[in-house]
């Protein structure tokens, strides 16, 4: 393997999707800055990205926080290309709207700006989310890259997650202005729910309301139907939109309409020991049905997703079992 295919910057690295780019970065060779918030009282254990193969010869971990957006600016100085993953979670809305949108919009300029500034920085991958695209009144439509969430409707209905959604709209819509009026290359990644395996040692918020029935508690985000990506699915694309030479605007990113049906009887067939839902339990039950998001753009321009709904599962069970959340 050569050296380093170059620097690039990861924000929000612990998360579920962050920590899957870096171990996918540093497996293609780059080197990577990551940032993790520092937390006064308590240090964060980032052994399970230390111990990544490659991380002790090519992986820095610094601090910063979208609160402070100039706090950035050493991760991203002699990096060629930043993966802007961190991103305010509230879903149980301890904070209001505008202070998490500000807090997501001004961060996420702040480190534009930084990239900017640094003359190094060829291109930005954003990471904003299906809640930026799905939200248009009409749910059982196939969506395209070309329709945005009604923020309107979203403050008007205060439906789950409405401001996570309100926030990633607004945020995604920011930074692709900023990139058209600064000649900044700005590329957005738009995932569905993403499910599989995770390094991370927190269960994944997309990983526990797919698999809600078998955590024996019903989430706020049940699902008659829902679309559905692998983890290692997302972090290639990322990598892929990084290294296109001509990308343009948003992509999703997203493999299957997924049935709760569908899904319950992959896990029974494949884990009996666990009590999953009948089928006319869920017949009756009630839940969002998520729209399906086309990925045409990006398959189009020549990415292929590798992995099916049982891999996702599968991926995503074993981990739990293995940490002990099941």
């Not at 698999?211 to 989430?219: A, E, P, S």
Request: negative net charge; hydrophobic residues 35%.
């Amino acid at each position: 393997m050569e050296e380093s295919k170059g620097r690039v910057c990861v924000t929000g690295g612990t998360g579920f999707i962050g920590s899957w780019i870096i171990k996918r970065l540093l497996e293609d060779g780059y080197s990577v800055n990551t940032t993790i918030r520092s937390h006064p009282e308590h240090k964060k254990d980032v052994s399970f990205l230390t111990n990544l193969p490659g991380a002790s010869q090519r992986l820095q971990i610094l601090n910063a926080d979208l609160n402070e957006p100039e706090s950035f600016k050493e991760a991203i100085e002699g990096c060629l290309g930043v993966f802007h993953v961190a991103t305010p979670m509230d879903f149980e809305e301890s904070e209001p709207e505008e202070i998490v949108t500000k807090r997501s919009i001004d961060g996420a300029l702040g480190i534009l700006k930084a990239c900017l500034n640094s003359k190094t920085v060829k291109r930005v991958v954003y990471t904003s989310s299906s809640s930026a695209v799905s939200h248009i009144g009409k749910e059982d439509e196939v969506k395209d890259e070309t329709l945005w969430s009604d923020v309107d409707l979203l403050r008007t209905s205060k439906r789950y997650g409405w401001s996570y959604a309100v926030s990633k709209t607004l945020t995604e819509k920011a930074v692709l202005e900023f990139g058209e009026q600064n000649a900044l290359d700005v590329v957005t990644v738009i995932p569905t729910s993403v499910v599989g395996p995770f390094i991370c040692p927190k269960l994944p918020g997309s990983v526990g309301s797919t698999l809600y029935f078998l955590f024996g508690k019903k989430h706020p985000l049940c699902y008659l139907q829902r679309p559905m990506v692998h983890v290692d699915d997302v972090a290639r694309a990322h990598i892929f939109l990084l290294e296109h030479p001509n990308p343009e605007g948003r992509y999703n990113c997203s493999t299957c309409l997924a049935t709760l049906e569908h899904v319950s009887e992959i896990v029974s067939a494949k884990y009996p020991e666990f009590q999953t839902p009948t089928i006319d339990s869920l017949k009756e039950g009630t839940g969002s049905k998520f729209p399906y998001l086309s990925s045409k753009k990006l398959t189009d321009a020549g990415f292929e997703c590798k992995y099916g709904l049982e891999q996702m599962l599968v991926g995503a069970i074993e981990c739990c079992k293995e940490k002990g959340y099941l």
